[in-house]
């Protein structure tokens, strides 16, 4: 595991960051919060760019839980039947639009235990629903996040909530809100897991990874 570099290496990536990209933005299309929770479930394995053209159909009959439940389990599998657990995801998804019509009167709860409650939501999602929706700074650590973490030593951890909790304690806060968008973005299309783009990568002097690409 890489070694967790120091609070003035961290701040100068950081820095890069902001300057090559002052608002990044995630990729997933949404209108409100409840199509953003319904976007972000139904991402697991699936590409935003798959998930975006699915729901583009399905927003635009069903953007908020009671048009959700009318539109039912086989209503929503036409619409998303492109994307990866497809049957699984309809379920959650109606299953989700009734706990929030029934418990929180048609509106999305803003706390994590209360959005993992809701069925296909981890806390991944929740942290994802958090930080893009209430731009409250939770760490949504996925596969990029986690690989990005680990090699450059802006977050070393062997889980997922270890890297969560090293990115919380050692990102200055005042980059916290948009950490996770920048490391997800630098993992997605720089830092990438078989190849990295070394000899391209605004951080590769300030970066631990040994096996650092040419
Ligand atoms: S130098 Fe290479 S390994 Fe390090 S962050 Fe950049 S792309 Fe990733």
Known sequence: MAKQLDYHTIREIFARFHAAEPEPKGELEHVNAFTLVVAVALSAQATDAGVNKATRGLFAVADTPEKMLALGEEGVIEHIKTIGLYRNKAKNVVKLSRILVEEHGGT???????????????????????????????????????????????????????VERAIEDNVPVDYMLHAHHWLILHGRYTCIARKPKCAACLIRDLCTFEDKTE
């Open 108 to 162: 999305v709860p803003c706390s994590r235990a209360a959005l993992q409650a809701l069925p296909g939501v981890g806390r991944k999602t929740a942290n994802v629903v958090l930080n893009m929706w209430w731009r409250y700074p939770a760490q949504a650590v996925d596969t990029h996040i986690f690989r990005v973490g680990n090699r450059t030593g802006i977050a070393p951890g062997r889980d997922v909530v270890a």
